[in-house]
């Protein structure tokens, strides 16, 4: 019997998309773990469209909503885990947001891997697992979502929403975005989110939340960062191995580590930004890539099974210790420096 993964999906266009969306059936949202703005934002906008034509949704994660994102959700789901889904909820189809393979759904993986009937995201680098809308132009997968929103209130399919949809949206697309300052920032997105402001979203409240709202824990975390930073490759990369005992010490919970790329991405004269963080007590590490220039991390991820964008990228690798891990992003970031300066030249 074919296997799922032998079938040739489809890509959808917009108008596709909008018509599968607007089928009527339970459905549930899976967003990648360990989720971002993007994520968070995308998934319950869904929610909320969908529960504008009369059809129950619910949004799940494998790792649930990191705390610094509950204030995006906290009026309209408890919880995102895969025990808190009703249970009433189970002749449903699934579609999944901002998850470029299935592996990245985490424990969902298993359950509802083979399961997914739609997939729309905007990673350039992805690995299709059902129908899909992928727009890689867009800086975000909320982008993709305003535009379905747009395409169904233009044909009359939802006139009436949760207004909260607009503040979820435009928290994907400025999480996604670093506040409007990375390089996949386009005029589209400027465009979109001025759409967006017409209905008063808040934008200083929710960039507070996003962007300047520390706990205690992330600025130990952040210091300890600082302190554990190391210059590679003649300058141009900064990179924090931070060890599972770093994180013990500090009682760090995963999320609590998100912004050390932010840390290294910071140094002066740098192309990339690298952090190798060891998660648990196993021998596998995260790593997390950034560039300030034209090179490519994407592609340095993909050589460890990972990938992402251009400037921001993932991997995950399996070492005898962190600092062999270290040494091998060393190396193809090297490989990728040299590339970059001989296309200077």
Do not use: W
Request: charged fraction near 25%; include cysteine.
């Amino acid at each position: 019997m074919e296997s799922k993964n032998d079938q040739q999906f489809r890509a959808l266009t917009l108008t596709q998309t909008a018509l599968e969306l607007a089928k009527r059936q339970d459905t549930l949202i899976v967003f990648h773990s360990n989720p971002d703005a993007d994520a968070v934002g995308s998934a319950f906008a869904l929610k909320l469209m969908l529960e504008s034509l009369g059809m129950r949704a619910y949004c799940v994660c494998s790792s649930g909503i990191p705390k610094r994102y509950r204030f995006l959700t906290e009026t309209l789901q408890d919880a995102a885990t895969f025990e808190s889904i009703p249970k009433d909820f189970t002749d449903f189809r699934i579609i999944t947001v901002d998850t470029a393979a299935v592996v990245q759904m985490g424990a969902m993986s298993e359950p509802f891997g083979n399961r997914v009937s739609l997939m729309i995201d905007h990673h350039a680098k992805n690995s299709p697992y059902a129908n899909y809308l992928i727009d890689s132009e867009a800086a975000a997968t909320g982008e993709i979502l305003f535009d379905l929103l747009r395409l169904f209130q233009a044909n009359g399919i939802a006139v009436r929403v949760n207004p909260l949809v607009y503040s979820l949206l435009y928290a994907a697309i400025s999480g996604d975005t670093g506040c409007f300052r990375y390089s996949n920032v386009t005029a589209d997105t400027m465009r979109r989110t001025a759409l967006l402001l017409e209905y008063e979203v808040p934008i200083a409240d929710i960039n507070y939340h996003l962007f300047e709202v520390k706990s205690s824990t992330v600025m130990r975390v952040e210091h300890a960062g600082y302190d554990r930073l190391k210059i590679h490759c003649s300058g141009k990369l900064a990179m924090i191995t931070f060890p599972y005992m770093e994180k013990m010490r500090l009682q760090a919970n995963d999320t609590e580590t998100e912004t050390l790329i932010d840390v290294a991405r910071s140094v002066e004269d740098t192309y990339v930004a690298a952090v190798i963080k060891q998660l648990s007590e196993s021998l596998r590490f995260r790593i997390s890539l950034r560039s300030n220039v034209n090179i490519d991390v994407a592609q340095i991820c993909e050589k460890f099974g990972g990938g992402g964008h251009v400037r921001a990228a993932g991997c995950t690798m399996y070492a005898d210790h962190i600092d062999q891990a270290a040494d091998r992003i060393i190396a193809a970031v090297q490989e990728a420096i040299d590339e970059y300066e001989k296309r200077k030249k």
